[in-house]
């Protein structure tokens, strides 16, 4: 007789597992696979069939916990334990070099993590620990806003955290690492640049980052003057095509040592002050319904007045999102724009018809990317057929590419991604 295991996680955990249950004749895993972990307490209902429920993180685990006691399910979760803590701490310490003196951490047992803090010989004076296995009700918004209150009391230099990822329409950001360059002018002046490479996007690293500046951009500019920024400019495009976070990063350096050499700041190398401020905008992720719209409402009782929502995966849901967040916004008397994120997400008739039913009940301050990249003829259909200013960054790698947008007509708005 098989056991039947539900197992609930993202994609490529639940890959692993079906592989390491392969061969196994008695076990048949029945899989459910989520884009962000509350979804798990929905996917739960669907797997009543099933003899025993295991979730590959404590996260999904603690969304479906309290269906779990109601139905007395048998369920159990792989947990954060001290080898998993230790083994990611341990290479935080010896491989990256990093002083594990000033950081958070969320975990579901916190005596897991002291028992490793004693084992790696760690002082616990700065480390900050939230245990969150005990709470009734698990939430997630509780959990960052520990973090960033540590971080905004300048208590802490990273964190260690038990959540997954950041979503968009293309791909969920686990982690990203950036690479930070350092000019040196013969003069001793320092300047910094960095670099924040997506490999989704731009197909670069922080690590392609650092080998193309150390076999490429560097020899082909060492011995240069700072401020011959068009010769630096051609001399980094002859070296290597491409690379424009690694070119990116070089630039800023090097403006930011030109204006300590001569004394003033960058934005007077550049053409003078056009503004002394910029709005900020607060970007709401690709999370359910409610999660996004509490994180919206949270941010604009904070001040925020432009809010950005990442769509592009379920037109039904970005409309029902979009007129929530609307009428909230109408009913408190605030002023607060709304700008929508596709990253690509849409097809070109979906695009179409989820902003003119948008537009319907009120204005867009603007539509991002809502297509792939290459697709020109259909931004330009687009444009064509509503009137919210469509946005593009994604289709614009250059200069040329800019020029050729504005002929051909397929943006009201260009957000370059970085090019040199």
């Not at 098989?2 to 996680?9: E, R, W």
């Not at 002083?99 to 005596?111: A, F, K, Q, V």
């Not at 500019?221 to 700072?226: A, E, K, Q, S, T």
Request: charge should be negative.
């Amino acid at each position: 007789m098989k056991i039947h295991i539900a197992l609930f996680g993202l994609e490529q955990s639940v890959n692993r597992m079906i592989q390491f249950a392969e061969g196994k004749g008695d076990i048949e895993i029945v899989p459910f696979v989520y884009r962000q972990a509350e979804e798990a307490k929905e996917l739960l209902s669907q797997a009543y069939m099933c003899d025993v429920f295991l979730f590959t993180g404590p996260l999904p685990y603690l969304y479906a916990k309290e269906e779990i006691e109601k139905k007395r399910l048998p369920a159990v979760h792989v947990s954060f334990d001290e080898f998993m803590v230790s083994t990611a701490l341990f290479r935080l310490k010896n491989e990256d070099g990093r002083d594990l003196d000033r950081m958070s951490i969320d975990i579901m047992d916190e005596d897991t993590i002291r028992a490793v803090l004693t084992e790696l010989e760690i002082s616990d004076r700065d480390i900050y620990t939230y245990g969150y296995g005990q709470e009734k009700a698990f939430d997630v918004n509780r959990l960052i806003e520990f973090h960033l209150t540590k971080w905004k009391e300048k208590k802490i230099d990273f964190v260690f955290t038990s959540i997954g990822e950041w979503k968009i329409s293309l791909y969920a950001a686990k982690t990203r690492r950036h690479a930070v360059l350092e000019v040196i002018t013969e003069d001793g002046v320092r300047g910094f640049g960095e670099a924040s490479p997506s490999p989704a996007f731009m197909g670069e690293t922080a690590d392609t980052v650092k080998l193309v500046t150390d076999l490429y951009l560097a020899p082909a500019v060492v011995g240069l003057p700072v401020s011959a920024l068009s010769l630096i400019h051609e001399r980094m495009n002859q070296a290597i095509y491409g690379n424009s976070a690694a070119k990116s990063a070089l630039d800023i350096a090097v403006h930011d040592a030109w204006g300590k050499t001569v004394k003033q700041p960058v934005y007077e190398l550049v053409g003078g002050l056009y503004r002394k401020k910029v709005p900020l905008t607060y970007v709401v992720g690709m999370k359910n319904t409610k999660n996004a719209y509490d994180e919206a409402m949270k941010r604009i009782d904070e001040g925020f007045n432009v809010i950005k929502i990442k769509v592009g995966q379920d037109p039904k849901r970005d409309v029902e999102l979009v007129n929530l967040i609307r009428k909230a916004v109408d009913d408190s008397g605030k002023d607060v724009k709304i700008r929508l994120d596709a990253n690509q997400g849409y097809d070109v008739p979906t695009a179409i018809r989820v902003i003119r039913e948008l537009e319907e009940d009120g204005e867009l301050e603007s539509v991002e990317q809502p297509v792939r990249k290459w697709n020109v003829f259909g931004l330009k259909e687009i444009c064509e057929k509503v009137k919210t200013p469509l946005m593009i960054d994604e289709t614009v790698f250059g200069l040329e590419d800019v020029t050729n947008a504005i002929k051909i007509g397929i943006a009201d708005i260009i957000n370059p991604e970085l090019f040199i």
